[in-house]
């Protein structure tokens, strides 16, 4: 499924292989389109009323190179309505009423037209209001196209009389699909990590990703774009790894155990070394937000907090500014006191749980939501913190053959140091422990 055009040219179709690459991509049926499953997918709103025939006019609000144009263009087609494309930048009012009066005249011959308006924000008050009476009486179908947000850059009368849909970038497999589309129209190929390399590249834009393409189709050798041909036409060094081979584990690797070292200039290194080469952007953020709980923990209980927000970030912005998100944690986690305390008290609890007998849960944790369970002793002994100093009670919570146990052993390093002698004022007012027989 594709954004654009995937039938080669027709044989008479003079011109046909000098037009753009991705005007010759563009799809003709919607089982070719790839992409805004959140509103192109089976049963999502807009395919349903493209499958309809129930459309209304529309705003189509997103980033560059995700379609719009081409969207447009299709539901003219399937909808069999006239297409008038329209250019806020090359148009004024009088261009306005010229193509209305053409829209009303062939309406009232039974014919629809889609006035397909780009760049619908350049156009002014007095300009979006001039559409209005056109929209209200049906003369058209109005489909306007816009990087900017809407509610800020279109009156609010055309606003109320249009459905707002947002597109959403490509993602680098949409791309690579598309791209694997191309390859066929231009009789080329490649490999699959040079063609992720280029989705990385066009950040979502599916036009660009034709572009250099394209570009590097016409610098390649014996029918083979490789990554000679990609750098010639991008100026960028193509770092090519198997995302699921050795390179892979050896530079995660590399990261993980900069950060450890708490060396931050070596763990920009290799994180730049993974950005460059196309890396997935969100398992690099899972693999440094499990730094911050595996290497870090309590010492600096923020890092878990800027990871966290630096895979939202990545998740929000994409490539390249969240990026920059994710330098920032890998300095931030480098320069953190370490600890393991944390990880190595879940694991020795777990230990325990597995090569250990379970033991029933003491009789003062258990609920008594009856009167039966009261009787047999559920809740009995049950001391609530709340009612203590300090909300600290003298109440025993593990199993008695476990009485004593310690699993947390905090660290003196970062915050872990006061969690440490806060710990040791918590167990001094426990029971003392008998020895064992």
Not at 215 to 225: D, E, I, N, P, Y
Not at 353 to 379: C, D, F
Not at 412 to 419: A, H, K, S
């Amino acid at each position: 499924m594709s954004l654009f055009d995937i039938t080669p040219p027709q044989p008479g179709d003079q011109g046909s292989s000098k037009r753009p690459l991705a005007e010759r991509m563009r799809p003709e049926r919607l089982e070719d389109f790839v992409g805004q499953q959140h509103i192109m997918g089976p049963g999502k709103p807009l395919r349903a009323q493209i499958e309809r025939d129930e459309l209304q006019s529309l705003i189509l609000w997103g980033p560059p190179g995700v379609g719009k144009t081409t969207l447009a263009k299709l539901i003219a087609r399937l909808t069999r309505c006239d297409f008038i494309p329209f250019s806020a930048v090359l148009s004024g009012i009088k261009e306005i009423k010229a193509v209305m009066m053409e829209a009303e005249r062939t309406r009232r011959l039974g014919r629809r037209t889609v006035l397909f308006v780009d760049e619908i924000h350049r156009f002014n008050k007095a300009q979006q209001d001039a559409f209005l009476p056109y929209v209200e009486r049906g003369d058209v179908i109005l489909i306007g196209a816009t990087t900017e947000n809407p509610s800020f850059e279109v009156v609010s009368a055309l606003l109320s009389r249009t459905k707002v849909y947002a597109l959403q970038a490509l993602s680098v497999l949409e791309i690579v699909t598309l791209l694997e589309r191309a390859l066929k129209t231009l009789e080329l190929t490649a490999p699959g990590n040079l063609l992720e390399q280029i989705a990385v590249y066009s950040n979502g834009d599916a036009r660009a990703a034709y572009n250099i393409l394209e570009l590097a189709s016409s610098v390649a050798q014996s029918g083979v774009v490789d990554a000679a041909a990609v750098e010639a036409v991008t100026g960028r060094k193509t770092l090519l790894y198997d995302k699921s081979g050795e390179q892979h584990f050896n530079l995660i690797s590399a990261l993980h155990k900069s950060v450890r070292s708490s060396d931050p200039d070596a763990a920009l290194y290799w994180l730049a070394r993974m950005l460059e080469a196309g890396e997935d952007r969100l398992y690099i953020a899972r693999r440094l937000m499990r730094m911050a709980i595996e290497d870090i923990g309590l010492a600096d209980p923020r890092a878990l907090e800027q990871a966290v927000a630096a895979q939202q970030a990545v998740h929000f912005l994409g490539t390249p500014e969240g990026d920059q998100a994710l330098a920032q944690v890998a300095i931030y986690l480098s320069v953190a006191p370490k600890s393991d305390a944390s990880y190595r008290a879940l694991n020795a609890a777990r230990e325990t749980a597995a090569h250990q007998i379970s033991e029933p849960v003491p009789m003062q944790l258990r609920n008594a939501p009856t009167r039966p369970m009261k009787e047999w002793g559920y809740g009995e002994g049950y001391q609530h913190a709340h009612q203590f100093e300090d909300a600290l009670n003298a109440m025993e919570c593990l199993p008695d053959r476990l009485r004593g146990t310690r699993f947390s052993q905090p660290t003196n390093r970062g915050l872990e140091q006061r969690i440490a002698l806060r710990l040791e004022e918590i167990r001094a007012r426990k029971p003392v422990v008998p020895e064992q027989p």
